[in-house]
T-cell receptor, first 110, second 112 residues
Framework: GQGVEQPAKLMSVEGTFARVNCTYS??????LSWYQQREGQAPVFLSYVVLDGLKDSGHFSTFLSRSNGYSYLLLTELQIKDSASYLC???????????FGTGTSLLVDP | EAAVTQSPRSKVAVTGGKVTLSCHQTNNHDYMYWYRQDTGHGLRLIHY???????EKGDIPDGYKASRPSQENFSLILELASLSQTAVYFC???????????FGAGTRLSVL
């Protein structure tokens, strides 16, 4: 089976950065995705990684270490509107479905 | 315009009643999913489908049925609604491999 863990809350300051962590355990890893979910809205896809290392997508960057079962989403030059929940999801070996973590609620203070 | 449309957007149901949640997608995707979201549990997969007229059980299928009459439509049926099924339900679609899920706006279901 698969387990995905995330810290519940994270706070940071506008103009700085925030790192949202995700750890997972899986019997067969086939990729990891990050989603952003604003209050009362649907999740929106941000990034997908399957290889180790850092994937830079500008405002959002994603790191993956398969040997450690660990990923993080790095948000730089934070804005107030980045306040949202960030969901980590692991793709199963067959590739049919995603298992989500409980999400990290990021609050960006002025 | 929205490519995954859910209806209704909110519903109040009585315990023991039947509830049907509908989902329609115009993405031309083969895969469709039903998730529920509860505080403290995140998104949990109920049922999914990768072809019309066929559905698969997800991680928490008990108390739910699913129907996929066409590529575009995927329904979630609660035959006997219970208090524990109060949650927000999301439908999603994806192309052949689930790198990216495209979610509907969600249905807020309250069972009283």
């Amino acid at each position: 089976g698969q387990g995905v863990e995330q810290p519940a809350k994270l706070m940071s300051v506008e103009g700085t950065f925030a790192r949202v962590n995700c750890t997972y355990s899986t019997s067969g890893f086939n990729g990891l995705s990050w989603y952003q979910q604003r209050e009362g809205q649907a999740p929106v896809f941000l990034s997908y990684v399957v290889l180790d290392g850092l994937k830079d997508s500008g405002h959002f960057s994603t790191f993956l270490s398969r040997s450690n079962g660990y990923s993080y989403l790095l948000l730089t030059e934070l804005q107030i509107k980045d306040s949202a929940s960030y969901l980590c999801a692991v793709r199963d070996y067959m590739g049919y479905k995603l298992t989500f973590g409980t999400g990290t609620s990021l609050l960006v203070d002025p | 315009e929205a490519a995954v449309t859910q209806s209704p957007r909110s519903k109040v149901a009585v315990t023991g009643g039947k509830v049907t949640l509908s989902c329609h997608q115009t993405n031309n995707h083969d895969y469709m999913y039903w998730y529920r979201q509860d505080t403290g549990h995140g998104l949990r997969l109920i049922h999914y489908s990768y072809v019309a007229d066929s559905t698969e059980k997800g991680d928490i299928p008990d108390g739910y049925k699913a129907s996929r009459p066409s590529q575009e439509n995927f329904s979630l049926i609660l035959e006997l609604a219970s208090l524990s099924q109060t949650a927000v339900y999301f439908c999603a679609s994806s192309p052949g491999t689930v790198n990216t899920l495209y979610f509907g706006a969600g249905t807020r279901l309250s069972v009283l």
